[in-house]
């Protein structure tokens, strides 16, 4: 199912491009062609992963949902630094709704409140973070992190703890290096969108079975 899979997110990557797009002033837009195959390649790659790793399980519908907007966002936030409200916000009921399906046609209502538990736990959790170091995460950094905790309760709490401190440290070695290579300084507001992202991915693809 894998290459299947992953054709179909080459396509919904492609297809979201646009949309991802119009959301970024002109100047920070890149070339359409760069665009499309950076977004289309990074989606399939995650299909293809999720697929292989998930199987073919109602979750992985959500799970995909999820890489489908997490890549655009992740760019977005590299380019601007910015997690746009028009791109995450809806994003929450299409993800809801599919761990919810997933949740009746597994009988698994547990997994679907953990889910829930697991969004209100890194909403303050990072919300803390942010709290205790102004500057270091924004608004929607925040909001990203319910969307994400959301997905990541559905696999457990080992999941969701390791998820949320896998993508602090991405986040945190980013700045890091960035600051080693005289891009950044201490001061200098890092994306944390994408780190949060691939913290998410490498937890769920590790501890699935």
Excluded at 42 to 63: D, I, K, M, Q, S
Excluded at 184 to 209: D, E, V, W
């Amino acid at each position: 199912m894998s290459p299947w899979w992953a054709a179909l997110g080459a396509l919904i990557g492609t297809a979201l491009r646009q949309p991802a797009r119009a959301l970024l002033p002109a100047p920070r837009q890149a070339h359409p062609l760069i665009a499309a195959v950076t977004l289309a390649s990074v989606t399939a790659c995650l299909f293809w992963l999720l697929a292989w790793r998930v199987g073919v399980r109602p979750e992985l519908l959500a799970y995909s949902a999820l890489a489908a907007v997490g890549v655009p966002l992740a760019a977005i936030d590299v380019l601007e630094q910015r997690l746009p409200g028009k791109l995450l916000v809806p994003a929450y009921p299409i993800v809801a709704a599919l761990f919810a399906l997933a949740a009746i046609a597994d009988h698994n209502g547990t997994a679907m409140l953990r889910s829930l538990a697991g969004m209100i736990f890194l909403l303050v959790f990072y919300l803390i973070i942010a709290l205790a170091a102004p500057g270091a995460l924004g608004a929607g950094d925040i909001r990203l992190a319910g969307l994400l905790g959301f997905a990541l309760g559905w696999r457990g709490w080992t999941t969701l703890i390791g998820g949320a401190l896998l993508g602090l440290l991405y986040g945190s070695l980013t700045g890091a290096t960035m600051i080693a290579m005289r891009r950044a300084s201490r001061h200098t507001l890092i994306p944390f969108g994408p780190a949060l992202i691939a913290g998410t991915f490498t937890a769920l693809l590790l501890y699935t079975k």
